[in-house]
Every structure is written in C-alpha cells, then in structure tokens.
C-alpha cells in the first residue's frame, strides 16, 4: 500500500508560481509511474502531467505545456510539480497519483494509489 501527501498549494495571483510536491511512504523509485491530476468545481478529474519511472519521459496537458513542470527525485520518494504562469483557470484541487503498470496516462485507471490533494486558488 502507496500514500501519497501533497503540499505546496495555496493561493497565488495570475502570474505567479507554485511548487506542489508529493511524498511517498515506501519506495516508490523503481516501481510506479507518477502523475499529477486536478479536479475544478463543477468539472471531471483531468490528468495534468505524467512521469515515467526512471524520470526520463514525461507528458502534459495541452493546456498547461509550456508552463508546468514534472520531476521526481527517486532518492526522497517525491514528486513535483513545478507551476508557473499561472491562470485563473488552473484553480484546482491537485491530486498525486502512482501507477504500477503504464497505460493511458490521462485515464485515472491507470493509478492505484492518490492522495488527498492540495488546493490551488489562481486570482486574476
């Protein structure tokens, strides 16, 4: 059994930057593929940006490419999640997840394990 505990969100104004992070409780490096969500009011869960084991390919969300940032360090079982640019419309909770198995990144079958997420609030 996986947990996950974010950190990092809170409030910020259009513009601005956010670091989340994401801590595993076991040794998370050479056995799951990581991932970031989010969940706005009102709308389904989206897969926001996907790491592969190793750290070596990554994948993102159209509408955050150029902006957010995926990285893991397998030494401190962590995830991040580099945010900048930010948008009123990334407001969010932000949900980390892990897989063992790889599929579709952006399909939330394809992780067995989330946390609880953080919340991120962009003002304009």
């Known amino acids: 059994q996986v947990q996950l505990v974010e950190s990092g969100g809170g409030s910020v104004q259009a513009g601005g930057s956010l670091r989340l992070s994401c801590a595993a409780s076991?040794?998370?490096?050479?056995?799951?593929?990581m991932a970031w969500f989010r969940q706005a009011p009102g709308k389904k869960r989206e897969g926001v940006a996907h790491i592969s084991i190793r750290g070596g390919t990554t994948y993102n969300a159209a509408s955050v490419k150029g902006r957010f940032t995926i990285s893991r360090d397998n030494n401190k079982n962590t995830l991040y999640l580099q945010m900048d640019s930010l948008k009123p419309e990334d407001t969010a909770m932000y949900y980390c997840a892990a897989g063992r198995y790889g599929g579709i990144w952006t399909s939330e079958s394809t992780y067995n394990y989330w946390g609880q997420g953080t919340q991120v609030t962009v003002s304009s």
């Open positions: 076991e040794n998370t490096a050479n056995n799951y593929y």
